[in-house]
């Protein structure tokens, strides 16, 4: 039986080496799935996150106009004392009356970060809402926008990438375009 390489020596081994590196890096992804699976047990995402609150008709019109954020049906008993906002990807963030003493919110460095779209698009809106923005520079670097709700919690605002790949994806997409191309 003849090789399919046998024409050319130098695409044969290039072929095989080609083989070679998807063999090692398939054992590589399965030996770092393997480890990053047992590190992160099963956890998938974040369901909510609980501010407490004085008062919810003094914190409601900040979070649904000011933020612009949809309202989630509360349980009837829940109703009167809390409120759920849908922050996107089946996140929410519920507001449960129950604090009492906010003066040290302010330099604890508790606070919410959201994801936006576009920076300088939200920060329109922020002002045009009337809302006290202030654009800083963020822990990374990267531009954000801060503002206060009425309870004192900090809001920070960044842009982010939607659908950004991870580490995986990336290299999986590289590992293919190499063992494919031809050169």
């Given at each position: 039986m003849k090789s399919i390489f046998a024409d050319d020596p130098a695409n044969g081994r290039r072929q095989?080496?080609?083989?070679?590196?998807?063999?090692?890096?398939l054992l590589g992804l399965f030996l770092f799935s393997a480890?990053?699976?047992?590190?992160?047990?099963?956890?998938?995402?974040?369901?909510?996150?609980?501010l407490p609150i004085r008062e919810l008709g003094v914190s409601l019109p900040f979070y649904r106009n000011v933020l612009g954020l949809t309202g989630v049906a509360v349980p009837g008993a829940l109703s009167g004392s809390q409120a759920w906002f849908d922050i996107?990807?089946?996140?929410?963030?519920r507001l449960v009356e129950r604090r009492t003493d906010v003066s040290?919110?302010?330099?604890?460095?508790?606070?919410?970060?959201?994801?936006?779209?576009?920076?300088?698009?939200?920060?329109?809106?922020?002002?045009?809402?009337s809302a006290a923005v202030a654009r800083q520079a963020g822990a990374s670097g990267q531009p954000v926008l801060q503002l206060t709700d009425p309870d004192g919690y900090l809001i920070e605002l960044y842009e982010g990438r939607a659908n950004k790949q991870g580490f995986i994806q990336s290299a999986g997409k590289w590992f293919w375009k190499s063992i494919t191309s031809v050169d």
């Open positions: 095989l080496m080609k083989q070679r590196m998807l063999w090692v890096w480890t990053t699976t047992r590190a992160q047990a099963s956890l998938q995402g974040f369901s909510h996150i609980v996107g990807g089946g996140q929410q963030l040290s919110l302010r330099t604890s460095g508790v606070h919410v970060a959201l994801q936006v779209g576009s920076l300088r698009q939200t920060e329109q809106q922020l002002k045009q809402r």
